[in-house]
Structure formats: structure tokens, C-alpha cells
């Protein structure tokens, strides 16, 4: 980030991060305080989507994020680790569960068992996911909690 910075090419709180899967898990990981706390340049919040959580009970997030989980996603493996980040920090965490939904939704054309993981894209979940993920970048009108759709 401090290179785009520094040559001008963006500015900290214009720059999000995105991630899928473990991908998720990143971008989640560079929202904590503990990862972030040395460096001058900070992202402005993160998106992810079908992350796993275990292992972040003692996270104390730097800023915000989403979290957009299928209630059904076998990769994740426990969902309410995921709700129970909200619950602890000052920045805005917010969990967006889809019920019904399993890990890949947002893949058109995922139809498959992949790892012993059910994957099967859901329209649904993936318009509201972006949707939601445009009108943030919009607006940086991060709030917490956990909404079920």
C-alpha cells in the first residue's frame, strides 16, 4: 500500500480489500490491530467472503470489514465464529448470513463437491453481496452486527 501511496496512485481510505475463501481469512487478517499496528498505511476496510473465522476469538480489529457467510458452507466449518467477531471490537464488523447457502455461491456455474465441501452458486447471495460491497465502497457506511437473508 505505502508504494501506491507514496507514487500517489490512491490514498489509504480509497483502498479496500476483497477476498474469497482463504482469501477471506486475508482480508479479515489485515483489518487486525495486531497485523496492521506498525505499518503507516492502512486499508480503508475489507470485504470478505466465505472465510473461515476459527482462530480470531482474540482479534481486536484497525477497521472495518464484512463478512458474507452461507449458513451452509461447509468450508467454513463454524459459522458463529464468525458472528462472534462483532461482538468485541471498535471498528464495524458486520456478518451477512445466507441461509441456504454453501461455500462458492457467488461461482456461476459452481456445482460440485470440491474437498468434501458442497459448492453451488446462488444468484441470490451473489447480487446482494455485491450490491452491498459497491454501496459501501459508495458510501464507507460500515455498521456492525449480524443479518440473516
Request: glycine letters at 6%.
Given at each position: 500500500m505505502g508504494y501506491v501511496v507514496e507514487k500517489k496512485l490512491a490514498k489509504p481510505d480509497d483502498v479496500f480489500v476483497v477476498g474469497r475463501s482463504n482469501g477471506a481469512l486475508t482480508a479479515i487478517m489485515i483489518a487486525e490491530n495486531y497485523e496492521v499496528r506498525n505499518h503507516q498505511y492502512r486499508?480503508?476496510?475489507s470485504f470478505a467472503i466465505s472465510p473461515t473465522c476459527l482462530g480470531l476469538e482474540k482479534s481486536v480489529f484497525a477497521a472495518p470489514f464484512i463478512v458474507f457467510v452461507g449458513?451452509?458452507?461447509?468450508?467454513?466449518?463454524?459459522v458463529k465464529a464468525c458472528e462472534a467477531l462483532h461482538e468485541?471490537?471498535?471498528?464495524p464488523v458486520r456478518v451477512i448470513e445466507f441461509k441456504g447457502v454453501t461455500h462458492g455461491y457467488e461461482d456461476e456455474g459452481a456445482n460440485s463437491v470440491f474437498h468434501g465441501w458442497?459448492?453451488?452458486?446462488d444468484p441470490k447471495a451473489e447480487k446482494y453481496t455485491m450490491e452491498t460491497i459497491f454501496d459501501l465502497l459508495k458510501s464507507k457506511d460500515f455498521k456492525s452486527g449480524i443479518e440473516s437473508r
Open positions: 486499508f480503508a476496510g449458513d451452509k458452507d461447509d468450508a467454513v466449518v463454524d468485541k471490537t471498535e471498528s458442497r459448492m453451488k452458486y
